[in-house]
């Protein structure tokens, strides 16, 4: 009896992973860590080039892009993304930006990357309005 109740216990955690429900904690972080470093990008740029500079979001097909740079960069297809950003940088429903100003501030925002609406993991890309400092939150 304890031998199927562990057996049902390991299965019922594993189960979800091995399937696929969700994108892992892996692939979150790898998300997070990807815009965390380009934020960081686009902040040098402004502050070296002395002028506003964008990180462009595209959350419905998870992808971003740096101000002036036609390449697009992929995030994993399982992450879902939200973006908290001033109002005058959302662009569409599902398209916003964060600017970055020459002195190395931001307007500041907090880009989420989460394995659902519902779900508590979740990995903050938080940016500083008055600093620009980038951190990852968990």
């Known amino acids: 009896m304890v031998v199927l109740v562990l057996v049902a216990i390991v299965m019922g955690t594993a189960l979800p992973i091995l399937l696929g429900?969700?994108?892992t904690d892996r692939e979150?972080?790898?998300?997070?860590?990807q815009?965390?470093?380009?934020?960081?990008?686009?902040?040098?740029?402004a502050?070296?080039?002395?002028r506003e500079t964008f990180l462009v979001?595209?959350?419905?097909?998870?992808r971003f892009r740096i101000d002036q740079d036609s390449r697009e960069y992929q995030l994993p297809e399982a992450v879902l993304l939200a973006l908290f950003t001033a109002q005058t940088d959302q662009i569409s429903e599902t398209v916003g930006s964060i600017r970055f100003f020459p002195?190395?501030?931001?307007?500041?925002g907090r880009i989420t990357?989460?394995?659902g609406e519902n779900s508590d993991r979740k990995y903050e890309v938080d940016i500083d309005w008055?600093?620009?400092r980038v951190a990852i939150l968990e």
Do not use: C, F, Y
């Open 21 to 23: 429900d969700g994108p």
């Open 28 to 33: 979150m972080r790898s998300a997070a860590r």
């Open 35 to 45: 815009l965390a470093a380009a934020a960081r990008h686009v902040r040098a740029e």
């Open 47 to 50: 502050v070296a080039q002395r």
């Open 57 to 62: 979001l595209d959350l419905e097909n998870k």
């Open 103 to 108: 002195d190395g501030g931001s307007n500041g």
């Open 113 to 115: 990357v989460s394995a």
């Open 130 to 132: 008055l600093t620009g």
